[in-house]
């Protein structure tokens, strides 16, 4: 089956330690992105890649940090900067295409710090 | 920056009636718009996605359309059932990123 996978589903930490949320997908999407969720807000960008070996900040990158190793991988990690961390957490993916940018997105990952 | 608005946040409706949800959004330079539906705790699900050369797309009970020079794109979904029941999200795609709309909640009362 094709499609993007997060894990954890859930994920516990204690304030000051650094997490590290795992994007996987088998889609041969060239672009994928990561977002955040919050109750009443929309997602919001946080960063975003295009290829391999290359990223973007998004409208929130502070307080996290990406890398883009593989085309199939786009771990996020949330920093001890990261003021208010506790979200869900979105990855999704596209196609590279100049006409067609559909999105698909993952099942989430839950944080929690406290 | 593109600013995508969502009316109502909820709604509430008896099962078979028809609806509509409404997306705004402040910049007509999109290159398309993409429905989605999230169930609680879930991803996003794609439901329809409209190119910005298209007026609308049909997915068997849901018809998108888009008015890219009003900004304004609307979701219909005919005969609501209980499974409809979800948030419904609109994103417009501006070239590099995609902003979304913080989502109707819709629940269909059986």
């Known amino acids: 089956d094709g499609g993007i996978t997060q894990s954890p589903k859930y994920l516990f930490r204690k304030e000051g330690q650094n997490v590290t949320l795992s994007c996987e997908q088998n889609?041969?999407?060239?672009?994928m992105y990561w977002y955040r969720q919050d109750p009443g807000q929309g997602l919001r960008l946080i960063y975003y890649?295009?290829?391999?070996?290359?990223?973007q900040k998004g409208d929130i990158a502070e307080g996290y940090s990406v890398s883009r190793e593989k085309k199939e991988s786009f771990p996020l990690t949330v920093t001890s900067a990261q003021k208010n961390p506790t979200a869900f957490y979105l990855c999704a993916s596209s196609i590279d295409s100049q006409v067609i940018y559909e999105q698909y997105f993952g099942p989430g990952t839950r944080l929690t710090v406290t | 920056k593109q600013e995508v608005t969502q009316i109502p946040a909820a709604l509430s409706v008896p099962e078979g009636e028809n609806l509509v949800l409404n997306c705004s959004f402040t910049?007509?330079?999109?290159?398309?718009l993409q429905w989605f539906r999230q169930d609680p705790g879930k991803g996003l699900t794609s439901l329809l996605l409209i190119q910005s050369s298209q007026r609308e797309q049909t997915s068997g009970r849901l018809n998108a359309s888009l008015d890219k020079s009003s900004g304004r794109s609307t979701l219909y979904i005919a005969a609501s059932q209980p499974g409809d029941s979800a948030t419904y999200l609109c994103?417009?795609?501006?070239?590099?990123?995609?902003?979304f709309g913080t989502g109707t909640s819709l629940t269909v009362i059986p």
């Open positions: 910049d007509s330079a999109i290159y398309n």
């Open positions: 890649s295009q290829i391999v070996n290359d990223f």
């Open positions: 889609l041969n999407h060239d672009a």
């Open positions: 994103a417009v795609d501006t070239g590099n990123q995609f902003y």
